[in-house]
């Protein structure tokens, strides 16, 4: 027994004294670590004066080339390549920060505004009168918007694009259903740009020409989601037809023109509204919290200089590892990222656009900052936004 006591305490001590030596090495890093910024300092002032790009892809793989050989093993070379990587990419950082401090980055291709508008906008959405879009478009804009609506998310960028409108209102991201994929695509196909967001709680009524009770409804017409967003009240109604539309305000436009009592539709209470039709019933929708977010579009690289959120895509190469790399840029310049998103590359299989929402603004420095080494080291990036 006092054999192993002496044999445990023994191994303690070793222990102790290899974390000494670890110690050691590790003050001997951080010096090291230090010494090598210091000198990257230098680098940066070289590259403002010569106007010298911060980022070179090929002299990094050489240098990581040349480290990994000195390397014993498959282990060690692996470490010494994703440490290395970290220390090269923590460096370029500070290099960019360098550039800002010294306003060698240049002005980002975008206005800040005190308003978006003067005087009266014309506003394009999607649907027919009484969508959830015109909902959205009556809220952010005021009851006196002049607006006309399309039927395709497509139409309306073309008319925004085109100068027919001053600005789009289209549906982004629902609470319960998700994104709105088609929106993305379009975001990166046409050079329009996001300027505001409005976020509108979704409440699904039942209606239907006045003077009709619910024991006259036959059939029910609604956009298919918003049918299976209201599936436990219909379940209630298992005689009741169910025709989907392209649109909830189409569905409440058909009932009205056909004047028919035993039509009924799910849409907005606005809709009801709008053509004279009576709710039988609030909120059909299962869930009390489903809220759709829509964006302001408009085709000028404009921002209001009270912005706080920051849109943009880009492509990643297809690496081990590229990813993570370009994230690290929100991380060393304390950005708060709220929001990533990604769609497949058409024609390139397997490869993903990058969407990101992240909280500041253009005229930050550290927007700026990370603006620049995203640039850089990304493929395609693109400013969607500032709102």
């Known amino acids: 027994m006092a054999k192993e006591e002496r044999t445990g305490k023994v191994r303690m001590e070793d222990l102790w004294k290899l974390r000494g030596q670890i110690d050691e090495i590790d003050r001997n890093i951080v010096s090291l670590y230090e010494k090598r910024m210091k000198i990257s300092e230098q680098v940066a002032e070289y590259k403002i004066e010569t106007g010298k790009k911060v980022f070179d892809r090929q002299r990094e793989k050489e240098k990581l080339a040349a480290l990994t050989s000195l ?3 498959d282990f060690n070379r692996h470490g010494i390549a994703e440490l290395f990587e970290q220390i090269m990419s923590i460096s370029r950082k500070r290099q960019y920060q360098l550039l800002t401090e010294k306003g060698a980055l240049g002005r980002l291709p975008f206005i800040g505004v005190e308003e978006l508008y003067s005087g009266k906008a014309r506003v394009v959405f999607q649907g027919a009168d009484g969508a959830y879009s015109q909902a959205a478009m009556v809220q952010y804009f005021g009851e006196q918007v002049s607006s006309f609506h399309v039927e395709t998310f497509r139409d309306a960028m073309v008319a925004i694009d085109e100068g027919s409108a001053d600005f789009a209102v289209l549906p982004i991201e629902n609470s319960t259903a998700g994104v709105v994929s088609e929106i993305y695509d379009l975001l990166t196909e046409f050079e329009n740009y996001i300027v505001g967001e409005q976020v509108i709680k979704i409440e699904h009524c039942l209606m239907g020409v006045p003077g009709a009770e619910l024991s006259d409804i036959q059939t029910v017409y609604s956009h298919p989601q918003s049918l299976m967003q209201s599936a436990r009240f219909l379940l209630e109604y298992p005689a009741w037809k169910q025709i989907s539309m392209k649109n909830n305000a189409f569905a409440a436009q058909k009932v009205q023109r056909d004047g028919d009592k035993s039509q009924a539709a799910i849409a907005s209470e606005y809709a009801a509204k709008l053509y004279g039709l009576e709710v039988f019933k609030k909120g059909v929708n299962q869930s009390s919290s489903n809220s759709t977010r829509f964006i302001i579009v408009t085709n000028q690289k404009v921002f ?5 959120k920051v849109s943009i895509c880009f492509e990643v190469p297809h690496e081990s590892g590229s990813l993570y790399h370009l994230l690290s840029h929100f991380i060393y310049n304390n950005l708060n990222m709220n929001k990533i998103e990604s769609r497949p590359i058409e024609e390139r299989n397997w490869e993903y656009r990058f969407f990101i929402d992240f909280d500041g603004n253009l005229a930050d420095s550290a ?16 400013i969607l936004g500032n709102y």
């Open 367 to 382: 927007v700026k900052n990370a603006l620049r080494g995203l640039r850089d080291e990304a493929r395609n990036l693109r």
């Open 71 to 73: 390397a014993d093993n």
């Open 304 to 308: 209001k200089k009270d912005a706080k």
